[in-house]
């Protein structure tokens, strides 16, 4: 079975940085479009950040300008730098194929801005 390995979260003040790692083991991570998905506390989970086999990008409103998703083909990792993080970016934060068809989904990291 294919895992996704969230890692880089943590807690961090208004304004600082954090970059987070995906690590697959999916045979085909290069031709898949990636995407970073956040959930609050309350919330429905969002994809912030995608990014395709060809390394253009999309960001949500929210967050375009500061975050900045990238991706390593032959290391099958994917990045997220976040830099002046809002304590609204406070989520456990997930990676996964964009569109419909999904892996199964990691256990997450959770990312904390405090004010």
């Known amino acids: 079975q294919v895992q996704l390995l969230e890692s880089g979260g943590g807690l961090v003040q208004a304004g600082g940085s954090l970059r987070l790692s995906c690590a697959t083991s999916a045979s085909l991570f290069s031709s898949y479009v990636m995407g970073w998905f956040r959930q609050a506390p309350g919330k429905q989970r969002e994809l912030v950040a995608s990014?395709?086999?060809?390394?253009?990008?999309d960001y949500a409103i929210s967050v375009k300008g500061r975050f900045t998703i990238s991706r390593d083909n032959a290391k099958k990792t994917l990045y997220l730098q976040m830099r002046n993080l809002k304590p609204e970016d406070t989520a456990v934060y997930y990676c996964n194929r964009g569109g419909d068809v999904k892996l199964s989904w990691g256990q997450g990291t959770q990312v904390t801005v405090s004010s």
């Open positions: 990014i395709r086999n060809t390394g253009s990008t």
